[in-house]
């Protein structure tokens, strides 16, 4: 199962099934459960990273949003306008 501590779904999946194939039918029960668990694992591991890419996104629109609050109290327009740009490039990428 190291395959999978190593997040490498694809290659467990086909250790199991090559295992599977060459273990009496009463056995392959075992494997088969094994074999649902990695790709539950593969489904998690690809809705995290979904989840992390939106919050990394998130966080960067945040600080932007800082920064273009900070530029505009200070009176900076160039840097507000500027701000403002990436702000509304990076929402358009959604």
């Known amino acids: ?47 995290n990273q979904v989840a992390k890419a939106a919050l990394a996104k998130k966080s960067h629109l945040n600080e932007l949003r800082k920064r273009r609050d900070r530029a505009s109290q200070g009176g900076d327009t160039a840097s507000t306008e500027r701000y403002d740009a990436l702000i509304n490039a990076a929402t358009q990428e959604q």
Do not use: C, G, Y
């Not at 999946?13 to 009463?26: R, Y």
């Open 1 to 47: 199962m190291r395959r999978i501590f190593f997040h490498e779904f694809d290659r467990a999946k086909e250790v199991l099934q090559s295992i599977a194939a060459s273990l009496p039918e009463n056995e392959q029960a075992t494997v088969a459960s094994w074999q649902q668990q990695v790709h539950r694992f593969a489904t998690a591991e690809q809705e």
